[in-house]
Nanobody, 127 residues
Framework: VQLQAFGGGLVQAGGSLSLTCAAS????????KAWFRQAPGKEREFVAA????????YYVPSVKGRFTISRDNAKNTVYLQMNSLKPEDTAAYYC?????????????????????WGQGTQVTVSS
């Protein structure tokens, strides 16, 4: 499965951006999906995740209440709506996916959980 992420850009603090990750294959609809980010000089960190079905979503505490992950399985797409952006949200954002696994709730935040990655899309938040 090939993933393509887009929607990044430059925004002022307090503003909003919406990221989109589109997959090349319909099987993406049965994958768990996530967003990670990586700032210069830092390790890639988990941001948000969503299983292939159901209403449960997972977030890193620093974005909870500001970011929303969602999916449209009919369009093979996952989104990340980012509101109230802060300068510390500046990073390259990556979408990731893995076939759904029964223990996903314990492993969603690890980069090693995911088999497929999109290219990064840069988000820059100015103060």
């Amino acid at each position: 499965v090939q993933l393509q992420a887009f929607g990044g850009g430059l925004v002022q603090a307090g503003g909003s951006l919406s990221l989109t990750c589109a997959a090349s294959e319909p099987t993406f609809s049965r994958y768990a999906k996530a967003w990670f980010r990586q700032a210069p000089g830092k390790e890639r960190e988990f941001v948000a995740a969503i299983p292939w079905s159901g209403g449960r979503m997972y977030y890193v505490p620093s974005v909870k209440g500001r970011f929303t992950i969602s999916r449209d399985n009919a369009k093979n797409t996952v989104y990340l709506q980012m509101n109230s952006l802060k300068p510390e949200d500046t990073a390259a954002y990556y979408c990731a996916a893995t076939p759904q696994r029964s223990d996903y709730s314990g492993y969603y935040h690890y980069t090693t959980t995911y088999d497929h990655w999109g290219q990064g899309t840069q988000v820059t938040v100015s103060s």
